[in-house]
């Protein structure tokens, strides 16, 4: 049995030979390499019937946990300081600023969307200004949130535009698009609720809650290889 790993998402296949198509991110086969079994990181294994070792507690053959020994770094050439917007970019990535910025309007926009609906069933402007408020937030978010999501999808995916990044990308458009269309149509026509076109104003918001769901769970199955 062969070891592949996909040179995008770093999924791991064990066969004879790679995968027609990668599970996780979509790409085909060409994109895989057969690599050592060494080379991937052990997990932690339990031992059964052993508790954990204490914090700091030296290993021994009696360990429970088989570990591995961690490959020493290798040696760098020292690069040239980055400046201005590699600088920024680089920061970025380093910091996971993705993942981090992501979890605003993830957060953020269900509440949005109730308030919205709960003003239109109870017609409720404290709740829909409550609504506006969460939704400016969101907006505000979505520049920071699509610009470090870009610079991880070149960095980490290498660009690739298979399937699952196609669904993501217009998943992304759809939540930006609505967001601002729910905002701006509220705050130029603050009654819209109690009007002839609520339900269409609630119609947007529900799309635009579900886009975001959506690229959420391809965000999750990317990150978690499920």
């Known amino acids: ?121 109870f017609n409720s402007e404290l709740l829909a200004k409550a609504a506006m408020i969460n939704m400016v937030f969101v907006v505000l978010a979505l520049p920071v949130v699509i610009f470090t999501g870009v610079l991880e999808w070149k960095k980490k995916y290498q660009g690739a535009l298979t399937l699952i990044f196609k669904i993501k990308i217009l998943a992304v458009a759809l939540t930006t698009g609505s967001s601002v269309i729910s905002l701006l149509w509220y705050v130029f026509d603050p009654k819209i609720l109690t009007g002839p076109r609520a339900f269409a104003f609630i119609l947007v918001n529900i799309i635009m809650a579900a886009a975001a769901g959506t690229a959420g769970h391809i965000g999750g199955k990317l990150v978690f290889k499920d």
């Open 1 to 121: 049995m062969k070891v592949w790993q996909c040179t995008v998402c770093r999924y791991i296949h064990r066969e004879a030979t790679p995968p027609e198509k990668c599970p996780v991110c979509g790409v085909d086969k060409s994109r895989f390499i057969e690599i050592d079994e060494e080379l991937i990181p052990a997990r932690p294994v339990r031992k059964p019937g052993l508790k954990p070792a204490e914090p700091g507690a030296a290993s021994s053959a009696l360990s429970p946990f088989v570990k591995t020994a961690a490959p020493e770094p290798l040696k760098k050439q020292p690069l040239p300081p980055e400046k201005g917007f590699d600088k920024i970019k680089s920061l970025a990535l380093k910091h996971h600023a993705h993942p981090i910025s992501v979890h605003t309007p993830n957060g953020i926009l269900p509440a949005a969307v109730i308030l919205w609906i709960l003003s239109w069933i």
